[in-house]
């Protein structure tokens, strides 16, 4: 048996691992740091959140947010973005995710302007957001297929956008007081 379901009840992501995602070996107690070594492969094993990073694409002192288009929070208001690749810099990704969902090139302008932890939908794993403010520095905005369009919101508006989650607004109050200050 691999992984963490047994009988079909899922265990929290939230708890020690209890088995090697390595290599399926029953572990034991976790250490009180929370990691827990395989008595098989010697790796030892954490729970962490995973890291994501978000864009806030600035232009004359407005905001780009995208509609979902897809499940889950369909049609709600969120940012470019999503999760990092296995060593992969976090401007790096950023940059990745914006020419896959917008189909333009973009840069990071200074550093992270907010970081969130937050689950990833009811019961979801927990995820670090990582955001930072963007300026496209090439091509014309066309959405992939998994977003439904764009808006660009002013700071005075924000309170009243029906965002995903609660950290992309607080994201985009950030890059926008930024851009003022
Ligand atoms: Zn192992």
């Known amino acids: 048996?691999?992984?963490?379901?047994?009988?079909?009840?899922?265990?929290?992501?939230?708890?020690?691992?209890r088995f090697c995602p390595a290599d399926g070996t029953k572990l034991g107690e976790p250490r009180p740091s929370g990691g827990v070594a395989c008595p098989r492969c010697g790796r030892s094993w954490y729970r962490s959140s995973v890291?994501?990073?978000?864009?806030?694409?600035v232009e004359n002192g407005k905001a780009l947010v995208t509609v979902r288009a897809r499940e889950p929070e369909k049609g709600?208001?969120?940012?470019?973005?999503?999760?990092?690749?296995?060593?992969?810099?976090?401007?790096?990704g950023l940059v990745r995710e914006i020419r896959e969902e917008l189909g333009v090139e973009a840069e990071v302008v200074g550093?992270?302007?907010?970081?969130?932890t937050?689950?990833?939908g009811e019961g979801g794993d927990w995820v670090l957001a990582?955001?930072?403010?963007?300026?496209?520095?090439?091509?014309?905005?066309?959405?992939a297929d998994d977003v439904a369009g764009?808006?660009?919101?002013?700071?005075?508006e924000i309170d009243d956008l029906d965002f995903a989650w609660a950290h992309d607004r607080e994201l985009v109050r950030a890059a926008l007081e930024g851009e003022h200050a």
């Open 1 to 17: 048996m691999t992984g963490g379901a047994r009988q079909g009840v899922p265990i929290p992501a939230t708890e020690p691992f």
């Open 51 to 57: 890291p994501a990073v978000g864009a806030v694409i």
């Open 76 to 92: 709600r208001l969120d940012l470019p973005g999503g999760f990092l690749k296995v060593g992969e810099h976090p401007a790096d």
């Open 111 to 116: 550093d992270s302007v907010l970081q969130a």
């Open 118 to 120: 937050h689950t990833y």
């Open 130 to 143: 990582i955001g930072f403010r963007v300026r496209i520095v090439g091509g014309e905005i066309r959405p």
């Open 150 to 156: 764009v808006r660009w919101v002013s700071l005075e």
